[in-house]
């Protein structure tokens, strides 16, 4: 496996987790518009991770200041961990 593919996969893998664990944890009141069927409300909560890491997205669709610093916790322990891999 190339290096980018390992990178890619591992930022993949690290998304879904996250995702995993802001679908257990958030409600409809810390993020707004989520849907309520089960596979639709991950898949705009992978979404929302993806965008906000990529800086594409906005954040303000979040009101929750809890889910707003745990947020900015997951893009710095993303970040160092892609750092750290490429170098």
Known sequence: MNAFAKLFSTFIAI????????YSWATNQD?????????DRFT???FMNISIFTLTGSAKTIKS????ILMSLYMLF?????????F
Do not use: C, D, M, Y
């Open 15 to 22: 998304n879904l987790a996250f995702s995993l664990f802001i």
């Open 44 to 46: 705009e909560i992978f």
């Open 78 to 86: 993303v970040f160092t961990a892609l750092i750290r891999h490429i």
């Open 31 to 39: 993020i707004v518009g989520l849907p309520s069927k089960p596979v």
């Open 65 to 68: 200041k809890r889910v707003q």
